[in-house]
């Protein structure tokens, strides 16, 4: 059954393309950065079936909670510590495979995995990150990294 279920979800990209334009339709004319990013999360996780999806925001030079799907999760975290604060501290994209295996991974549930963190760019500068955690080992890959991004850049 559960084969049944990923044949009719389709493969990874064929979901990312089905998905965007849903995303599109959910922030297209809305202002509100914490409704977007709320749409964002629930699409992403409801697609996706994702431990957790979430966005953590820069506010005085911390990485702070924001809109997210899923258990309940680190409140701050510190410029270059974790996955997240890594990510935003070199302003790139980082995928893990095994988080037992990042140095300084910051536990926030033990269910995780595997992750992957896209920053949020404004005027060349991190004013966020979008973290993606799976209960499952190896689940993200350059498919995912590419259209995070893209997703990423629909925020207005």
């Not at 955690?133 to 990294?145: M, N, P, R, V």
Request: proline fraction near 4%; include cysteine.
């Amino acid at each position: 059954m559960a084969e049944d279920l990923i044949i009719l979800k389709g493969d990874k990209t064929s979901q990312y393309q089905s998905l965007i334009p849903q995303i599109v339709a959910l922030i297209h004319g809305e202002t509100d950065q914490t409704a977007n990013l709320a749409n964002i999360s629930a699409a992403l996780k409801e697609q996706f079936d994702f431990l957790w999806v979430g966005f953590y925001l820069v506010k005085n030079n911390e990485l702070v909670l924001g809109p997210f799907q899923g258990p309940v999760a680190c409140t701050r975290i510190q410029k270059g510590k974790g996955v997240c604060g890594t990510s935003w501290d070199l302003g790139e994209t980082i995928i893990v495979q095994d988080v037992e295996q990042f140095p300084g991974h910051i536990a926030c549930s033990s269910a995780s995995r595997s992750e992957i963190v896209i920053p949020l760019m404004r005027n060349g500068n991190v004013y966020g990150v979008l973290d993606v955690d799976s209960k499952e080992l190896s689940t993200f890959d350059e498919i995912d990294a590419k259209y995070l991004a893209e997703i990423l850049t629909l925020i207005p």
